[in-house]
Structure formats: C-alpha cells, structure tokens
C-alpha cells in the first residue's frame, strides 16, 4: 500500500497513479472515436494539405519560426516591464556587487529597525 | 575609546576596500579592493583573540597562564590562505582576459549582458 | 571487523574518497586517458556509495555525529573540555542526508555524462581533479556542523566552480564569466566570514549547536544574520544578486552548469541550517520569514519574465534556474514565517517546507537533465543560439523525448515531480497569503511558455541542410539522461513515498533546534 499512496497535503492529496489511470481512460475513449472516423482519403490532392486560412503553402523551412519572433506579441504587450529590468543587466561586474551591497544595506535596515 | 582602535581601523580598511571596488574602473585596482577588504576582516578576526596584559598561546616557558585565544590566529591563516588561492585565481583570468580582449577596463568586458 | 571500521568512520570517508581521487586523477592519468576515466567513475561510484550507506544510517538510526580527532567518534563533548565541544565535527542529520543523496546521485549522472561529452578536449587531467574537488565540497558544505568549517567548504566549491566555468575558453568568454562568478563569490565569502567573526566574538564558540545553545537577539546577531542571509542568498542566484547565474551557467560546459545547480541548492541548504538550526525561534521569524518570502517572489517573477526573450538556449534555463530557487524560497519563508506559531506550523508550516524542500530535489533532478540535453544539443550543432536551430527532431529522437520530460516536469504538469512540489506550495502558500500563490501559478504558467518556445524552435519544423549530418548523441550521454529522466518520472509517480520517507523527517530536524543541540550536546 505504501507505494500506490498519495500525496497529502493538509487540505487535499494528489494521486498520480489515480491521474494515470484517468488518462489511460481517456486515452481508450479517443482511440474509439478516432477509429470511427473516414479512413478512405486520396493522397495529393486538396485533403491532405495543411490548412493556413486558405492562404497559399510557402516553401520548405519557410514558416518555421525562429526562436527571436517567438512570443513576439507578449513582449511587446509589456514593453514598459522589460524596458526597465533588461537595462539592469549590464554585464559590468561592479554592478553585480553592487546589487550585494545594496541588498545588504537594505535588510541591515529592515532587520534592525523593525 | 582606545581599546576600540583595532575595530575602528578595521573599519577604515573595508570602507577603503569598499570604495576600491566600486568606484575603480580597472580589474587589477578591484582586485586589490578585495584584498583589502579581505585583510578587514582577517583584523577583525584576529582582534577578538586579543586579552588585556596577554601573551602569546604558548606553554613552553611561559611567565603567565593569560593568553591570548589561538583560534582566531587558527582561522585567520585559514582565510589568509584561501585570499592567496582566490587572488592567484582571478589574476590569472585577468591575463587571459586581457590576452582576448584587449582591456582591463571593467566597463568594456560586457561581452554577456542582459 | 573492517566493515565496523568502515561504518563508523563514514562521514569522514565521504569527504575524503572524492578529495584523494582528485589529487591523484592526475597521476593516474599519466598512464593512460581510458584508465583516467575508470579512476573517476570509480571515485563518484565509491562516493555515491558511501553517501548512500550513510543517509540510510541517519534515516533509520538517527543523526549521525562524527567529530574529527576524538577517541570516539562521537565523543563530542571531550571529558576535560568543561562541556563544550571544541573539535571539528559533522552532523549529519536527515536535511543533511538528503542533500548528500541529491549531490552525489546528479554527480554520478553527471559524471558519466561528462566522460563521454568531453573527451575530446585538453587539459582533462585539471578538469576532473576539479570536478571531484567540488564534489567534496559540496558533500562537506552539506555535512558539517561548524560554521567555519562551512566556510572553508564554501570558498573550496567557490574556486573550484570558477575554475570549471572557465574550463573552455572560448575566445575570453567563458573567463568572463568565471572571473564574475569568482567575483561575487569572494564578495559572498568575505561577508559570511565577517559574520562568522560576529558570533565567535560573541559567544567563544564556533559548533552550530553551541551558538544555537547561547544566541540571543542582540543587535550584533541581527547584524550577523543579515550578512549570512546576504552572502548565502548571493551564492545561490537569488533575485536582486543572481546577474552572474545566467553567464556563468550559460558558458560553463553542460555537465558543470547541472552541478552548478547542486552547488547553489547546497547554499540555499546553508541558509536554511542557519536561520532555523543556529538562531532557531530566538529570531524575528515574522520579519525573516517575509524577507525571504520576498526574495522568493523577486526571484520567480524576474527570472522567469527575463527567460523568455533570451536567445541562448542554456542562458534560458539558467534563468529559470533562478526563478525555480524563488519557489523554494517562497516554501521555506511561509515555514519560517511561522514558526513559533506550533498550530500555523501544523495546518501548512509543515507543508509550505516540504514542498520547498521536495522541490530542491525535483529541481536538481530535471535541471540537471534539461542542462544535459541542452548540452547534447550544442555537442552536436556547436552553438547554443536558439535562431540557428530548427528541425532536431527528426534525427536526434531520444534527446527529444528526454527534453519533454524535463519541460514537462520544469513547468509544473502532471504526473512529473514538479507538480507534486509546487501542489506543496501551492496549497499551503494559499493558506498564508492568497496573492502569493496566485503569482506562483502564473510563473508556471509563464515557464511552460517559455519551454514551448525552446521545444519549438530546437525540434520542431522541417530540417536544416546545415544540420544534415546531425545524429543521436553517444551511449553515455542518453544513459546519463535516462538516469535523470527515469528519476524524474518515478518521483513524479511515487510522490508519496520519496515525502513521507525522505522529505517530512528532513524537514522535521531542520525545524527541530531543540533535538538538534540534544543530539550534539546532551547526549555525547
């Protein structure tokens, strides 16, 4: 029994084995419907295409997304967030200590005082 | 006030060695910083051994069983030896860092940043 | 008759197994570089071994004490020393043991990794004989019971990682970034010796379990703790002083960022042995606890936001390294927060610091194998830049597999150990203050996020022609991250288990001062 028990906390329990199980069900009920769907297609021709809208398919490699676009709207959306922290990290190494010091004297401060 | 003398130049020493940090834009000047600051605190740990009218922590020949505590002569060699091993270190990378990039300024070894 | 030996003087081998096998790695490596290679994996498995024998020992006999130079090993007291212990002395207690599990069971992965993925290089014999060198540092950081003797193994892992980030020098880069990294080491160190000089003057002793004995609140201790709380979380990337994790993780070789990680964890453990062990209740714990709260949510919400423009893909996991140190330090602030309350403690102290503490475990493991795999994939494409990979998945199958197991468990999904951590904090965190656990749960979110992006930029789309001869990494480096992955996937599973059995005792002497100074000065 130790080794299918659950996690508890004090106001609830996680049980993977229970969450394995449930997918395992969930898994058999999409496997049934999958095999009652259309298995005659003809290769070639428009139903084996990807659809983008209706727009015309660019060439190989073409829309693959490199990594610097990614999530290009989220950080656009917080411009104001980034353009105060990224600045903060200039690669000076005096400034790194410099951070040390400060946190230092802050929680001297918040330490002593209250 | 004179019994504090030891604690107030300690005091001064890592206010210097603070100062060299921060405010010097060259690796070698910083590095002396924290040599400085390092003997700080090798003072400051060898002071507290002190006892008044003491002698030094030797049995053989002794006039007096008042001495003077040897731990923190035990422990400041220990950090001496460790500011020896991390000065050699972070020279040896300032050679090699000055062999590629051309500089020891601080301001222009940035080449990871943000 | 040797076995009894053997047993009795465990603590002590397990620092010294790993430091003689790094002296002699160099002579042994005049002979031939194959037998070199057998000497290290031999050296890690003895030391694994060893670790292991010692944390089943605390775990079903209680803390271990092992003072150096007695008659007896456990003679703390000496007879004639008027009731204070005045050797050198490691205590082992379960906190102890757990971080020694975690440090030498990534350390064996990782050497494994390392003899495959670097064997090609020069200067072999210097990298090994340092890489042992931080093992033993790490596991004596972890073991002692005598905060100088902590310090020295904290400068020993300090100059040891240095040296390792530094290993390839890559036209200055990887120097820089050690030189930073040795920098704010140094700084950490001469802070924390500083302190150490304040509770010696004050109390003419340097055992944890004395000073915990004597301490009171006067405004040197206040002044002494904020400097270990200063230096320490310095050393273990904590936002706003983790500007060096990101460099130094990202230049480091692959196998050293994943014992990096171990490294910081082993100072977030000193951090926590000196808040609860050595100053206990007698400090401010409302005012502690919320600093390191605070620290915690700095570190979550600015590592993980910086993570996800970056374009370095092990500079992306090294931010995340930072943000996932914030959710331990949010665990274990909440416990400390309320730790003279023994009803809050009961109802989610307890749990809050199970699921910070289960989470450095979690963390070591799938850190570990997310650095490993980034570190496959650069072995093989010979950059870490995100913009010139694309189509991986095609060739290079098992270390796909093994990078989704890793998101996966990084981002919080279940069945993986990572949600089982954060359910931890998240459920008892919500008891304390509802906005802290909210902001957890966002930072997850954001984490998956950013590894979606990592999956999709690495492995997704059609190949590249100039990745074309790209194929599967060798043997031992997919045996190192199966290791790690099968690790990861069993804790995931069997939670329940590695907590009550491991986690909850630990977690129980950390909080415990009381039965921490009886063991050490009551009853030898």
Redesign the interface.
């Given at each position: 029994m130790?080794?299918l028990?659950?996690?508890?906390?004090?106001?609830?329990y996680?049980?993977?084995?229970a969450?394995?199980l449930a997918m395992a069900v969930a898994a058999a009920v999409v496997y049934l419907i999958w095999r009652r769907g259309e298995s005659s297609y003809k290769k070639g021709t428009m139903q084996t295409t990807p659809f983008i809208s209706g727009n015309a398919e660019q060439g190989?490699?073409l829309d693959?997304?490199?990594?610097?676009n990614?999530?290009w709207g989220?950080?656009e959306g917080?411009k104001g967030?980034?353009d105060r922290?990224?600045p903060l990290?200039t690669?000076i190494?005096t400034?790194?200590?410099l951070?040390?010091f400060?946190?230092?004297g802050i929680?001297?401060i918040?330490?002593?005082v209250? | 006030m004179l019994w504090n003398l030891p604690y107030i130049v300690v005091v001064l020493l890592a206010i210097i060695g603070l100062a060299t940090?921060l405010l010097k834009r060259n690796?070698i000047k910083?590095f002396l910083g924290?040599s400085i600051?390092?003997s700080a605190?090798n003072l400051?740990?060898i002071v507290?051994g002190y006892r008044e009218n003491s002698i030094a922590p030797i049995y053989t020949y002794a006039p007096s069983l008042n001495m003077a505590?040897p731990?923190?002569q035990a422990?400041c060699l220990?950090?001496i030896v460790?500011g020896v091993?991390?000065s050699a270190?972070?020279l040896s990378?300032?050679v090699?860092?000055h062999?590629?990039?051309g500089t020891v300024n601080v301001d222009e070894?940035r080449?990871?940043k943000? | 008759m040797i076995a009894d030996v053997i047993v009795s003087n465990l603590p002590a081998f397990l620092v010294a197994v790993p430091l003689l096998a790094a002296f002699l790695c160099p002579l042994v490596g005049r002979i031939s570089p194959n037998i070199r290679a057998a000497w290290v994996f031999a050296a890690m498995a003895l030391t694994a071994a060893i670790a292991y024998c010692l944390a089943y020992l605390v775990y079903t006999g209680g803390t271990v004490i092992y003072v150096f130079g007695a008659t007896a090993a456990d003679l703390s007291i000496p007879l004639d020393s008027g009731g204070i212990p005045i050797r050198i002395m490691f205590t082992v207690d379960p906190m102890s043991a757990l971080m020694e599990i975690i440090a030498v069971t990534v350390g064996l992965g990782v050497i494994i990794y390392s003899l495959s993925s670097d064997e090609r290089r020069s200067g072999l014999e210097n990298y090994y004989t340092i890489f042992l060198l931080l093992i033993s540092a790490v596991l004596g950081m972890v073991s002692t019971g005598d905060i100088?003797n902590f310090f020295?193994f904290l400068?020993i892992s300090?100059?040891a990682t240095?040296?390792l980030v530094?290993y390839r020098?890559e036209?200055?880069?990887a120097?820089?970034?050690?030189?930073?990294y040795?920098?704010?080491s140094?700084?950490?160190?001469?802070?924390f010796?500083?302190a150490?000089?304040i509770l010696?003057?004050q109390y003419?002793a340097?055992n944890m379990a004395i000073i915990a004995e004597r301490i009171q609140w006067t405004?040197l201790d206040?002044?002494a703790?904020?400097?270990i709380?200063?230096?320490l979380?310095?050393k273990c990337g904590s936002v706003?002083?983790h500007?060096?994790t990101?460099?130094a993780y990202?230049?480091a070789p692959a196998a050293v960022t994943a014992m990096l990680v171990v490294a910081s964890q082993a100072s977030l453990y000193g951090l926590f042995r000196f808040v609860f062990t050595v100053y206990g209740v007698s400090l401010?714990y409302v005012?502690?606890g919320w600093?390191v709260i605070i620290l915690g949510i700095l570190s979550m919400v600015?590592g993980v936001?910086?993570a996800?423009?970056q374009?370095d893909i092990k500079r992306l996991m090294a931010y995340h390294a930072v943000s996932q140190t914030g959710y331990m330090l949010l665990g274990v602030g909440v416990g400390l927060a309320v730790l003279g309350d023994q009803f809050l403690l009961n109802?989610?102290g307890y749990?809050a610091m199970e699921g910070g503490i289960f989470h450095i475990m979690n963390h070591a493991l799938y850190k570990g194998l997310l650095f490993l795999t980034a570190g496959a994939i650069i072995y093989r494409i010979g950059t870490g830049d995100?913009?010139r990979?694309?189509?991986l998945g095609h060739k290079m199958k098992f270390t796909m597999v093994f990078f989704i197991i890793g998101a996966l468990a990084i981002a919080g999904i279940?069945?993986f150990n990572g949600?089982?951590s954060k359910?931890?904090i998240y459920?008892?965190v919500y008891?304390f203050n509802p906005i802290l656990a909210v902001i957890a749960m966002v930072v997850s979110i954001l984490t998956l996020?950013s590894f979606v992006?990592?999956f999709?930029?690495v492995f997704?789309?059609?190949p590249?022609e100039e990745h074309a001869q790209v194929r599967e990494v060798p043997l031992p480096m997919l045996g190192a991250m199966a290791f790690l992955a099968i690790l990861v996937i069993v804790s995931?599973?069997?939670?329940?288990?590695f907590?009550?059995n491991l986690i909850e005792p630990a977690v129980h002497a950390l909080t415990d001062q009381a039965g921490y100074m009886t063991i050490v000065l009551g009853g030898g």
């Open positions: 130790g080794l028990s659950s996690l508890y906390t004090g106001s609830g996680w049980n993977p084995l969450w394995v190989k490699g693959h997304i490199p990594a610097s990614l999530y989220y950080t917080i967030y980034y922290i990224v990290h690669g190494t400034d790194y200590l951070w040390i400060w946190v230092t929680l001297l918040v330490v002593m209250i | 940090i690796l910083i924290v600051l390092t605190v400051f740990i507290l505590l731990t923190p422990l220990t950090s460790i091993a991390t270190l972070m990378f300032a090699i860092i062999r590629y990039y070894i080449e990871l943000e | 100088f020295v400068e300090s100059l240095a040296g530094a020098v036209k200055g880069l120097v820089e970034a050690g030189l930073k040795l920098m704010v140094t700084i950490a160190g001469i802070f010796l500083f150490i000089g010696y003057g003419n340097l405004p206040k002044i703790l904020v400097l709380v200063a230096s979380a310095a706003p002083m500007f060096w990101p460099d990202m230049m401010n005012t502690m600093v600015v936001t910086m996800i423009p374009k109802s989610y749990t995100l913009n990979m694309g189509g279940p069945p949600f089982a359910f931890l459920e008892s008891q996020a992006k990592v999709h930029a997704m789309g059609p590249r995931g599973l069997f939670p329940g288990i907590v009550t």
